[in-house]
């Protein structure tokens, strides 16, 4: 009986089919303490902010079509000025593109002065007005704006709220300044060049993966759980070079395939070998920003990182 009771104490882990003797396992199936990862309203690194993307609450009407666009110009060329491109997860990751009416208040004389322009302000004006969200009716007497504007069109990197559990990276890309974000995305703007490669690496893909909500099967991907959570080690000049260098190597050899959409070149059966090996290479570098040792598995990243996230939560609690 004694025996028995020992041996039920034993607690293991496996690992594809070898199995760990753990002194714990974690509430994420991983060895570790108990502790619970939590939403911040801050990065836990030295990482800029990110936000949600813009909302517009158009009824569709500030929203166009390839096909919308060109027939707007082609009515008045004027119009031009008033149309960005407009991208959110599903526009980045599957396409077609899409465009928007992006009108800023000293503009809004000039712009209403277009008829085409004008009939799709009135729908909006309208359909704002038939809204059941008081928040929606306030901007019924603002139809050339979107009701949520969490930045001015500006460079940014975009990370999609919602997307496949079965890509190996996660699909993640810069926007021009010419550019509004959906709110079906996150945005960081202005953004250091070396993040691209911290955010599409299999480290934070594995941080993702363990703590981030799910829509069916897809990762959810947040600013307060899935980015402000996430430790990264400072980074060297040095580094921060190496890590660029690798982001342009990636870049470049998306542009190779410029015809593929996102999820065509991440497709996990299909992704061309060129990215797969540029991938794996800036897998290299950012794992021994972590550790000289090479992590074996996805399991021993997050054991790495749930150990950080522990430390930095007790430095704060400790300072607090």
Same mark, same amino acid.
């Given at each position: 009986?004694?025996l028995?009771?020992?041996?039920?104490?034993?607690?293991?882990?496996?690992?594809?089919?070898? %199995?760990?003797?753990?002194?714990?396992?974690?509430?994420?199936?991983?060895?570790?303490?108990?502790?619970?990862?939590?939403? %911040?309203?801050t990065?836990?690194?030295?990482? +800029?902010?990110?936000?949600?993307?813009?909302? +517009?609450?158009?009824?569709? =009407?500030?929203?166009?079509?390839?096909?919308?666009?060109?027939?707007?110009?082609?009515? =008045?060329?004027?119009?031009?000025?008033?149309?960005?491109?407009?991208?959110?997860?599903?526009?980045?990751?599957?396409?077609?593109?899409?465009?928007?009416?992006?009108?800023?208040?000293?503009?809004?004389?000039?712009a209403?002065?277009?008829?085409?322009?004008e009939?799709?302000?009135?729908?909006?004006?309208?359909?704002?007005?038939?809204?059941?969200?008081?928040?929606?009716?306030?901007?019924?007497?603002? +139809?050339?704006?979107f009701?949520?504007?969490?930045?001015?069109?500006?460079?940014?990197?975009?990370?999609?709220?919602?997307?496949?559990?079965?890509?190996?990276?996660?699909?993640?890309?810069?926007?021009?300044?010419?550019?509004?974000?959906?709110d079906?995305?996150?945005?960081?703007?202005?953004?250091?060049?070396?993040?691209?490669?911290?955010?599409?690496?299999?480290?934070?893909?594995?941080?993702?993966?363990?703590?981030?909500?799910?829509?069916? =099967?897809?990762?959810?991907?947040?600013?307060?759980?899935?980015? =402000?959570?996430?430790?990264?080690?400072?980074?060297?000049?040095?580094?921060?070079?190496?890590?660029?260098?690798?982001?342009?190597?990636?870049?470049?050899?998306r542009?190779?395939?410029?015809?593929?959409?996102?999820?065509?070149?991440?497709?996990?059966?299909?992704?061309?070998?060129s990215?797969?090996?540029?991938?794996? *290479?800036?897998?290299?570098i950012?794992? %021994?920003?972590?550790?000289?040792? *090479?992590?074996?598995?996805?399991?021993?990243?997050? *054991?790495?990182?749930?150990?950080?996230?522990?430390?930095?939560?007790?430095?704060?609690?400790?300072?607090?």
């Amino acid at each position: 009986l004694c025996l028995s009771a020992k041996k039920a104490k034993k607690k293991y882990i496996f690992r594809g089919n070898i %199995r760990h003797l753990v002194n714990n396992i974690s509430p994420y199936l991983t060895e570790g303490s108990n502790i619970i990862v939590k939403k %911040r309203k801050t990065p836990i690194s030295l990482f +800029p902010k990110m936000l949600f993307g813009n909302m +517009p609450r158009d009824g569709g =009407n500030l929203i166009l079509s390839l096909e919308e666009m060109n027939k707007i110009i082609s009515e =008045n060329e004027m119009s031009e000025k008033f149309i960005k491109k407009y991208i959110g997860a599903n526009e980045f990751i599957n396409g077609p593109d899409r465009w928007c009416l992006w009108i800023n208040d000293d503009d809004y004389n000039e712009a209403k002065q277009i008829k085409v322009i004008e009939r799709r302000l009135d729908r909006v004006r309208e359909s704002r007005r038939n809204s059941k969200a008081e928040s929606t009716q306030e901007y019924a007497d603002r +139809p050339y704006k979107f009701v949520q504007i969490q930045h001015e069109p500006d460079q940014a990197l975009l990370v999609p709220r919602v997307s496949s559990e079965r890509r190996e990276y996660l699909p993640i890309g810069f926007i021009n300044n010419d550019t509004v974000i959906a709110d079906s995305a996150q945005a960081i703007y202005k953004p250091p060049v070396y993040l691209f490669a911290l955010l599409s690496s299999k480290m934070h893909l594995s941080w993702v993966k363990l703590v981030s909500g799910r829509l069916e =099967n897809r990762f959810r991907y947040s600013s307060t759980i899935s980015y =402000n959570t996430f430790f990264s080690p400072r980074v060297t000049q040095i580094e921060e070079k190496a890590l660029e260098d690798k982001t342009f190597d990636i870049l470049s050899e998306r542009e190779k395939y410029s015809e593929l959409t996102i999820a065509q070149l991440y497709d996990p059966e299909k992704m061309p070998k060129s990215l797969r090996d540029a991938h794996n *290479e800036l897998d290299y570098i950012v794992d %021994r920003l972590y550790q000289e040792k *090479e992590f074996s598995s996805d399991d021993e990243r997050v *054991e790495y990182l749930i150990g950080k996230y522990e430390e930095i939560i007790e430095m704060d609690k400790n300072s607090a």
